[in-house]
């Protein structure tokens, strides 16, 4: 059973091949859990945004 055109067991050595997988979908699950937690931040707060004004500051006439 030790013919090199059909191997038993294969093994992946490589650093990439072992890590790229799961780094990449733990980014790609950071990602979402981070838009997550802003949307329910947002949320939470009425849906009022004020980017760093305080809410009782007079408007200037842009209703963003």
Same mark, same amino acid.
Do not use: N, Q, R
């Given at each position: 059973p030790r013919d090199p055109k059909h191997p038993l067991h294969v093994r992946i050595n490589d650093t990439l091949g072992l890590w790229l997988e799961p780094i990449g979908f733990s980014a790609f699950g950071a990602f979402f859990? +981070?838009?997550?937690?802003?949307?329910s931040y947002v949320y939470k707060r009425g849906g009022e945004t004020t980017f760093g004004?305080?809410?009782?500051?007079?408007?200037?006439?842009?209703? +963003?």
């Open positions: 859990l +981070f838009v997550v937690i802003v949307t004004k305080d809410s009782e500051s007079p408007t200037d006439g842009y209703d +963003f």
